[in-house]
Each structure stands twice: as structure tokens, then as C-alpha cells.
């Protein structure tokens, strides 16, 4: 089913009303008292969550504060998405590659990019490996130049040096700095910078009124959640913002509040055709690898809830619980953040997650929601030391 377009103003939670015709699936007085919960705990110092029910953005709230000693996180507080970055520069590729101004097949030498790789690489990787991580060279390749405060393009000219690990397009390795060459496709293509193009395409027309790209972007924001990051024992540490992955912009660039997240999930569930049609969502979202270890870590953690787990273009793709339904999603970590997005395009409903801190607990909401969603046994997947009979609805 497809909805509307609609702006929510200053966003709430929207509970199910007797005579709805629709069942309400998600327990959304459950999902808050366990986020209070949650938040409640010192290693979580700001925490916003968004939930979109069949179309719908049903619930959107902030727990905590956006630093020790300051004001609330409210649904308009602005956060870094880290990785999940990757999946909006995908999205311009595939937008960009719908209007036929470039083809994902298209080798990345092609756009003039600093990016070379082992034995001329370069020439046959394509903007699907790219985005794809099917580059052949190892994970995070140089990541650590790029945080010693190496220029990025240097950097993916040196990547020429390193001896490959695979044929190009036959293995998953992550990348940052190589897959930033994207933002130079974009800019070779479009003729302008990389974030004017994204805000004309993707921001702009979605309705996103705090996401920008790029540190200024962040610390202008009317309220934004400052990092933090716990080593140890002791209270999380206040961290400085730096620059190391916004010079990575299409890796790592973005900003942006919880609100704006659901209303890009809401468009990448196929609810805003006019902005992403159902060919730049099939392009983007149809698995194109395998991916060994995001799968085995899943495996350990969630036992078994995903399986499955391929990448698609800046997007993962799992099957879920025993019925194998869909769900694409992405997480992301930069050094004071963490975001995290999933949902079942199949149903319009998911997730989305935003915190200031290095816990990893938020990642438990995500499936303590779609549980609820697929109306499967509770399990604490947020690590509250909740029993089975006490959230069971």
C-alpha cells in the first residue's frame, strides 16, 4: 500500500485508536518505556529513534541529552549518520543512472576519479563494484592515513600499491576512501560539488530540512548531539568533532535529525515515487555480493533473526526471522556516533536510530521493532536484563 506525501511537524508518538482498521502490531508503550529505559543507563548519552508503520511515521522520540549537562534530544536533533552516508551517495548514483547521465557499468576511470587500483584496477572496476565493495583490495584500505590527516585523493592514488586480495568484483571488502571516488563521479557528472548535488536531488525533494554534508553542516544546526565515547571503566568521555571522515563525504559525510532519516526511509520503501522510482530502488536495493563476515557477526549476536546477508549498492540486504522476509538496512560508526536504519520495503514498515555514544546496545532496537512488526517471541535484544514473560504482548 502507498501513502501520500506528507511533512509531520514537531514529530510525536502516534498510538492506535479504537476503530482503526488496521490492528496495531507495534506495542509503541513497550518500545518507549524500554528506550527510557535504555537511555536511562550512562553509556548512553543522547539516543532518537523513529518508527515507520505501514507508511505511516508512527512514532519519533528523543531519550537523553545532547550532552552531559545540556539540553534534551528532541526528534529535530541533528546527528552524524556516519556510514549510512554511503546509501544516500548510492542513491544519487541510481538517481543519476534512471535519467541515463551514466551507467552503474560504467568503469570508474571513466569520471576522472583519483582512485587507482592494483594492476590498473581502475579501468575495470565498475561504479557497481565501487559501490558494491567488490574492489579486491583489503577492508578499510588506508583508513588510517585518511585519520593521520592524509588528503583523500593522495590516498586513493596510493591504493595502486597495495597487492590485491581478489579479482575485482569477486569479493566483499569495506571501504571508505575508495569508495568516496563516488563523490567525484557525482561531481564529474552533475558539474557541481558533491553536496549541492545531493541536496538537489535527494534532501531538497524529500522534505529533509536539517540533513546537510560536512562538519559546518553539523555544528550550525539549531540542536545537535555533541560525541561521546566510553573506553573502560568511568562515564563516557566528550570528544571533538573532526574533520577525518567528512573529507570522505559520500563514505561518511552526512548530518542530519531522526525526523529527516524516516522520511528517507519512507522514500526508500517506494513511498515517494516522484523522487525514487521503483527502477532506482530495484537498482539500488537488488543484492549484488555476499557478505562472509557481516554474517557470521550477525549470526553471533542475533542468533540466527538474519540470515543471508548480501550487499547491495550502499545497502545491506537480509533475510529475516524463520519466514525470510526482506529487510534492507545499514549501520554506522564514526568515533562519538552511531546510526543505524532497517526496514521491509515489501510492508513499508522499520526503523531508524541515531545516539551520540560508542554503546552498541541502541542496535538492539532495530530488532526488538521489526520483532514486534513480524509479531515473533520477544527477545531482549537491547540487553536490559528483560525476561521473555515480561515482554511478551
Not at 514529530?11 to 482498521?21: D, F
Request: aromatic letters at 8%.
Amino acid at each position: 500500500m502507498r501513502f501520500p506525501r506528507f511533512v509531520i511537524p514537531c514529530l510525536m508518538v502516534l498510538l492506535a485508536v479504537p476503530g482503526n482498521a488496521v490492528a496495531q502490531i507495534i506495542d509503541y508503550g513497550r518500545l518507549d518505556a524500554r528506550l527510557t529505559q535504555l537511555a536511562a543507563d550512562e553509556e548512553i548519552v543522547g539516543l532518537s529513534v523513529a518508527v515507520i508503520d505501514r507508511g505511516e511515521l508512527s512514532f519519533a522520540k528523543g531519550y537523553g541529552v545532547t550532552e552531559i549537562g545540556g539540553e534534551p534530544v528532541t526528534a529535530e536533533t541533528v546527528f552524524r549518520w556516519a556510514s549510512l552516508s554511503k546509501g544516500v551517495a548510492a542513491t544519487e548514483i541510481a538517481i543519476l543512472a534512471t535519467q541515463a547521465r551514466l551507467n552503474i557499468s560504467d568503469p570508474v576511470s571513466k569520471f576522472h576519479t583519483s582512485l587507482r587500483l592494483p594492476e590498473g584496477g581502475e579501468t575495470r572496476a565498475t561504479l557497481e563494484d565501487v559501490l558494491s565493495h567488490r574492489l579486491g583490495i583489503l577492508p578499510n584500505a588506508y583508513d588510517t592515513r585518511l585519520e593521520d590527516g592524509w588528503d583523500p585523493a593522495k590516498i586513493r592514488n596510493s591504493l595502486k600499491s597495495l597487492k590485491p586480495i581478489c579479482p575485482i568484483g569477486d569479493c566483499h571488502t569495506y571501504q571508505n576512501v575508495a569508495y568516496d571516488s563516488i563523490a567525484e563521479v557525482i561531481e564529474n557528472v552533475t558539474q557541481s560539488r558533491y553536496a549541492d548535488a545531493v541536496d538537489a536531488a535527494i534532501f531538497k525533494p524529500i522534505g529533509m530540512v536539517t540533513a546537510s554534508i560536512g562538519r559546518s553542516g553539523l555544528e550550525n544546526s539549531a540542536s545537535w548531539a555533541r560525541p561521546y565515547s566510553k573506553r573502560g571503566s568511568g562515564p563516557p568521555r566528550k570528544k571533538i568533532v573532526n574533520d577525518d571522515y567528512y573529507r570522505v563525504p559520500a563514505a561518511g559525510g552526512v548530518n542530519g535529525s531522526i525526523r529527516d532519516l524516516a522520511l528517507y526511509a519512507r522514500a526508500h520503501m517506494g513511498l515517494l515515487p516522484d523522487v525514487l522510482s521503483d527502477t532506482t530502488l530495484e537498482l539500488l536495493q537488488t543484492p549484488r555480493i555476499y557478505t562472509r563476515r557481516e554474517q557470521a557477526s550477525m549470526s553471533s549476536r542475533y542468533r540466527g533473526t538474519v540470515r543471508d546477508a548480501r550487499y547491495a549498492l550502499g545497502w545491506r540486504v537480509y533475510k529475516y526471522g524463520e519466514a525470510g522476509n526482506r529487510v534492507v538496512g545499514h549501520r554506522g560508526a564514526v568515533e562519538g556516533y552511531r546510526s543505524y536504519i532497517l526496514f521491509d520495503p515489501d510492508r513499508d514498515t522499520g526503523v531508524v536510530i541515531l545516539w551520540n555514544s560508542s554503546s552498541r546496545r541502541p542496535n538492539g532496537i532495530g530488532f526488538e521493532v521489526m520483532d514486534m512488526a513480524y509479531n515473533l517471541p520477544f527477545h531482549d535484544w537491547m540487553d536490559l536484563g528483560t525476561s521473555a514473560s515480561a515482554g511478551t504482548h
